[in-house]
């Protein structure tokens, strides 16, 4: 099982509606990402909170809103989003300035907007 | 040209071949390199992590890394059913840099019994 927990697995949603994504890592990693996976493409990063500090895609909406709470939370809020933002969503978390590039990965919250 | 490319498959084996899944990349200063795999519906995991030229091996896993050519491949030795799934590979600048994790398309892999 996946150290990096994500809720909920399931999420349908109106384009009018609020809704959050969480995420939740106890390795202490002490960065955590966001990334947006549609069906048969590689995942893309949206955010990235390292040290409690964050890091924007420039080319991520303002409909997608991160909050890191502390090291070992992350949510995204999500407001007025699109049907093409329907996606799965992943949460991953690395163990910081050592080995970038070894993420662990959350099962992602398949979003569904309608 | 995309940083990391490989080729999407969809690659059907039958069990206990020899898989071989490979990828190229561009833009070659100071790489580390990895590889996923991701089943359906869930999230990728790590299965390799280099950063030398040639090879590492886990298991049944050979991750092998030709920086003069700019080819990484993994080799899944006596392929079972359950390495069914979509593998990734990715790589990222050898300087911290969190947001340039860099993964290529993905390979789709069906290993048939």
Redesign the interface.
């Known amino acids: 099982d996946?150290e990096?927990t994500q809720t909920p697995k399931h999420l349908v949603m109106g384009m009018t509606n609020k809704k959050s994504l969480k995420c939740e890592q106890h390795m202490g990693h002490r960065?955590m990402?966001w990334y947006k996976q549609k069906a048969?493409?590689?995942?893309e990063?949206m955010f990235?909170y390292?040290y409690e500090k964050l890091?924007i895609?420039e080319s991520v909406p303002s409909r997608f809103s991160p909050e890191c709470p502390n090291s070992s939370l992350l949510n995204l809020h999500l407001h007025a989003l699109q049907p093409e933002d329907s996606a799965?969503y992943?949460c991953?978390s690395?163990l910081g300035?050592l080995?970038?590039?070894?993420?662990?990965?959350?099962?992602?919250s398949?979003l569904t907007v309608l | 040209q995309k940083e990391v490319e490989q080729d999407?498959g969809p690659l059907s084996v039958p069990e206990g071949a020899i898989v071989s899944l490979n990828c190229t990349y561009s833009n070659s200063a100071f790489q580390?390199f990895?590889w996923?795999r991701q089943y359906s519906?869930?999230?990728?995991?790590?299965l390799m992590?280099t950063y030398s030229s040639g090879n590492k091996e886990d298991g049944r896993f050979t991750a092998q890394v030709d920086k003069s050519s700019k080819y990484i491949s993994l080799f899944i030795r006596d392929s079972q059913p359950s390495d069914s799934a979509t593998y990734?590979c990715?790589?990222?600048p050898m300087k911290?840099?969190?947001?340039?994790?860099i993964?290529?398309?993905?390979t789709?892999l069906s290993v048939i019994p």
């Open positions: 996946t990096v960065a990402y048969k493409k590689p995942p990063l990235v390292s890091s895609n799965l992943l991953a690395s300035t080995r970038v590039g070894e993420l662990f990965f959350g099962e992602g398949r | 999407p580390y990895m996923y519906r869930k999230g990728p995991e790590l992590y990734l990715a790589k990222y911290t840099s969190y947001d340039k994790v993964f290529g398309p993905g789709s």
